[in-house]
């Protein structure tokens, strides 16, 4: 993905998460309409359901043409025999990246990364969402094995340490965690969803810590979407290194 972003000059990655049923030509136009002005697109499980295998590689096929990366956003959450079982399915079918749910545990998350790295995939594990309930669970406060209360994205993103992902998710809406993260130096990059629509600022983001900026409705649900992502991009040729507070 960095080697992408350089070469595209953009941090935005599109979802392409149309709020109406949308067809392959749709998903096609609006990446070929799209893709001087970001790095990547995400394709969420509304999006993935109704496509065929074929329909799925022939997106990914147009993406990887304009040299874009591709992430499939199913956020896995379940044992380790389907856990793999789903990655070797997308990724055959010509994603990048997957994202998943540090839910399954240390054990679970490491062997999806092995997995997915050895078919030279990625994986993208969440740590705190945008959405208006991720508090009642992403903020949950618990008693872990030192007798030590932490919270559970503190834990996710530990696990995400140690288990070698390739990114972590952090609501571009949630300022506090983006800068707690960055400021630990990982080096793991921070992909955030929630600007614009989720109240999220894609320039304050920037600025406390996030790479990649997953944007959907601010731009595909805009009247000139084009218009939409120059004056997101504008706003982060503005961005610079002190933090807003």
Not at 148 to 176: P, W
């Amino acid at each position: 993905m960095t080697e992408v972003s350089s070469i595209k000059g953009s941090r935005i990655i599109l979802a392409l998460d149309f709020t109406h049923r949308t067809n392959l030509r749709s998903a096609l136009k609006a990446i070929s309409l799209l893709e001087r002005y970001i790095c990547a697109i995400k394709m969420n499980f509304h999006l993935i359901l109704p496509f065929s295998c074929y329909e799925l590689s022939e997106v990914n096929r147009l993406v990887h043409t304009y040299g874009l990366q591709s992430v499939a956003d199913i956020k896995l959450n379940d044992i380790p025999t389907t856990n793999k079982i789903a990655i070797s399915h997308l990724l055959r079918m010509g994603f990048d990246a997957v994202t998943v749910n540090p839910f399954i545990g240390a054990v679970g998350l490491r062997d999806v990364v092995v997995h997915a790295h050895r078919l030279k995939g990625g994986i993208i594990a969440l740590v705190y969402m945008s959405h208006v309930g991720a508090p009642v669970g992403f903020g949950i406060n618990f008693i872990d094995s030192n007798k030590q209360v932490t919270s559970l994205y503190q834990k996710f993103f530990q696990d995400a340490i140690a288990c070698g992902v390739d990114g972590v998710v952090i609501g571009a809406n949630r300022l506090e965690i983006l800068r707690e993260v960055s400021l630990k130096g990982s080096g793991i990059p921070i992909y955030s969803p929630g600007v614009g629509k989720q109240g999220g600022s894609i320039r304050y983001a920037a600025k406390n810590g996030a790479d990649y900026f997953i944007i959907g409705r601010s731009i595909i649900g805009s009247k000139d979407p084009v218009k939409a992502a120059k004056r997101l991009q504008h706003q982060l040729s503005l961005n610079n290194a002190t933090p807003i507070l």
